[in-house]
């Protein structure tokens, strides 16, 4: 146990000198594979089948598939097809905001994809209509962590395939809790800009056009709101597993990227190709580093020791639960949602099952905390992340993060975790779990 804690803590100081993420885990699981006396040569191999996983295979064709319908134009699309509804309220671009996110998170499995390809258009755009820009930066952070927890997530397919558990039940946990805070934001966007008065808001328009916008935009976004529909709807009803339906969606993607909205060109797929295989093979590395470590810690027992140790400290139930999360929230901090995922996976999700947790009820545990801990200050990879769209210093945009994280997603962390049902009712209805 003390040489893993002695890893870890070389882990983060690599992490905090800005190390990628990849090379400071191999080091530190080299390190602990080596102290520990584990056979090295026994773990990569370990590690390299694990990374050829059947269900792991499903990781990059949704970050292809994601990649291709962001570059053929979706994020437009389904923009325009949420600001029809409520673009000419006061608040509604932020309301617009939170909603896209969530629905492009259930296209790319990716809170950095829904960075990259909202934040870029809703914050200059937001900041154009009056908002404060550190309101609309930090709505765009707060809300891409929203592709975390709306299916098909990358992080729950490393979380599933690490902790052994099914992918599509993984995927169902976190549904209801990830509407229930797209809500949340959508409410408190409103709140927070109720005495703004440098919003420029649009008249009203009449019925009968209303009507026609909403049509018309829903129309032109069809086929980009059928796509998580389509994926979903395959994996539930078993005519494919996870890792199928992601071939599909990718051969969606193309169809509908190249014939339908025609976003697609030959100029510009060769670049998301590439985009995607950057992406992917960043995660990939940190896989492999992350499985080499996390043989080496069972083998060693470590995940055996720190649910000993937390359960000597206290057998009361909600305690333990209480502590889980704040280890979530620090991970979370430190590390991206793939790797805090694995972690959970390997250290944590032992002592869960301890005291008595559903895996997959833990699941969703891990997927809303994880969000919370990608924005929270001092680390915070995905507010960063949105300060580099709109060229921010901490300072300007802190504050009102803060706000909509301890008003939103820290409560909804806390009912996640103790109301079980809120994140098991889809998986026993749908999938028959026990």
């Not at 890893?7 to 390190?31: N, Y």
């Not at 709306?150 to 979380?159: G, K, N, R, T």
Request: proline share 5%.
């Amino acid at each position: 146990m003390t040489i893993f804690l002695i890893s870890l803590l070389i882990i983060v100081v690599l992490l905090l000198a800005e190390m990628p993420i990849a090379f400071a885990f191999g080091i530190g699981a080299l390190i602990f594979g080596l102290a520990s006396g584990s056979n090295v040569s026994f773990l990569i191999p370990y590690a390299y089948q694990t990374t050829l996983s059947f269900a792991l295979l499903a990781l990059p064709l949704f970050v292809l598939a994601g990649t291709l319908m962001a570059e053929g134009g979706i994020s437009d699309r389904l923009l325009n097809f949420v600001n029809a509804f409520v673009g000419r309220l006061k608040g509604g671009l932020g309301a617009v905001t939170v909603i896209t996110c969530a629905l492009f998170g259930a296209i790319s499995g990716s809170s950095s994809a829904a960075i990259a390809a909202i934040g870029q258009i809703m914050i200059p755009r937001m900041v154009k209509e009056g908002y404060p820009v550190g309101h609309a930066t930090a709505l765009v952070a707060c809300s891409s962590v929203l592709a975390l927890m709306i299916p098909p997530s990358i992080p729950m397919i490393v979380f599933a395939v690490t902790g052994g558990l099914s992918v599509g039940a993984a995927f169902l946990s976190t549904v209801i809790p990830g509407i229930l805070l797209a809500l949340a934001y959508v409410g408190l966007n409103f709140w927070f800009l109720r005495n703004n008065d440098t919003i420029t808001v649009e008249e009203p328009l009449p019925v009968r056009q209303a009507v026609r916008n909403v049509y018309s935009s829903g129309l032109s976004a069809f086929w980009a709101l059928l796509m998580p529909l389509l994926i979903l709807g395959v994996i539930y009803s078993g005519i494919a597993t996870p890792t199928e339906a992601a071939a599909i969606a990718l051969v969606y993607a193309v169809v509908v990227g190249l014939f339908i909205y025609r976003g697609l060109t030959l100029r510009n797929i060769p670049r998301a190709i590439v985009r995607a295989a950057i992406t992917t093979s960043s995660i990939i590395a940190v896989l492999f580093f992350l499985f080499v470590m996390s043989r080496a810690m069972i083998l060693q027992q470590v995940p055996r020791e720190v649910a000993d140790a937390l359960l000597t400290l206290t057998d009361n139930k909600i305690l333990i639960l209480l502590m889980i999360n704040v280890i979530l929230l620090l991970i979370g901090m430190i590390v991206d949602d793939v790797s805090g995922s694995v972690l959970a996976a390997i250290v944590l999700l032992p002592v869960a099952t301890e005291i008595g947790v559903h895996p997959i009820h833990f699941a969703a545990i891990v997927g809303t905390n994880l969000g919370l801990g990608n924005v929270s200050p001092p680390c915070a990879p995905m507010l960063y992340m949105a300060a580099g769209v709109s060229k921010l210093t901490l300072d300007k945009y802190v504050g009102i993060t803060l706000k909509f994280l301890l008003l939103g997603h820290l409560p909804m962390v806390l009912i996640v975790t103790f109301i079980p049902e809120l994140s098991l009712a889809l998986p026993r209805w749908i999938m028959g779990i026990a």
